[in-house]
Nanobody
């Protein structure tokens, strides 16, 4: 069964740092662009960051640039989201996703319809 499993979430104080990890269960994820999304309480899911299959291209939501960084370790089939200087507005359920569906899977994407595989999500809570 194809799976994406997030880890590393939890409670963090404002101004602190946290790194989320996503482990893919299948080797074919190495050929796919990967991304992170988040859903704050009572709000819609939004794009956070994406990385291409070849790791050469990344993109981060404009409002999060300078604080959030995406990376991947293809040898371990893992993707990471490093979050620095977190703020209470960063409180959300964070989702890992892998590209697929109507787009070439190896690309760099920032729309949820460009992702075909999703993790269950992990809670990040930032206290003020």
């Amino acid at each position: 069964q194809v799976q994406l499993v997030e880890s590393g979430g939890g409670l963090v104080e404002a101004g602190g740092s946290l790194t989320l990890s996503c482990t893919a269960s299948e080797e074919f994820f190495k050929q796919k662009g990967m991304g992170w999304f988040r859903r704050p309480p009572g709000k819609d899911r939004t794009f956070v960051a994406g990385i291409s299959a070849d790791t050469w291209r990344t993109t981060v939501a404009r409002a999060l640039r300078g604080r959030f960084t995406i990376s991947r370790d293809k040898t371990k089939n893992m993707v990471f989201l490093a979050m620095n200087n977190v703020q209470p507005d960063d409180t959300a359920v964070y989702f890992c996703a892998a590209a697929g569906g109507p787009v070439p899977p190896e690309g760099l994407y920032d729309r949820d319809y460009e992702y075909a595989y999703w993790g269950q999500g992990i809670q990040v809570t930032v206290s003020s």
